[in-house]
């Protein structure tokens, strides 16, 4: 369900979060739409011998859960993505469970802006993506 969260009522310090658990089908649709067969993905014998010792995810498959959290959460519907600074710090392995959450840590109310940070975590707390969103929410 998509919030409609108006932007007079965001505060700072306002978060939402949302977790998935990240498929083998995932990662092909991934690489299906976004043209990315990269084998460390979707070859396992491949990925066996790389420094991650088997398939991972797409790191951008899991920078769009930060897409995701933005568009239907908070800020929710009616919001533009402007931009987006991404830290990849550790792998996601098929099987993970990951947790995206953004927190508003600025509003600039004269261009109904937003800055977010960003962060997916994994199912043991570890952090796999850091980053700030910047955002624009219409009412």
Known sequence: MVQDVKFADIKVGDKASMAKTVSE?????????SGDFNPVHINAEF??????????AHGMLSAAF?????GTALPGANTIYLAQELAFKAPVKIGDTV???VEVIEKIDAKNRLILKTTVTNQEGTVVIDGKATVMKRD
Request: charged letters at 20%; a positive charge.
């Open 66 to 70: 930060i897409s995701a959290l933005l």
């Open 25 to 33: 089908y995932d990662v092909y649709s991934f690489a299906g739409l």
């Open 99 to 101: 947790t995206a959450t």
């Open 47 to 56: 990925a066996r011998n790389s420094m991650f010792k088997e398939r991972i």
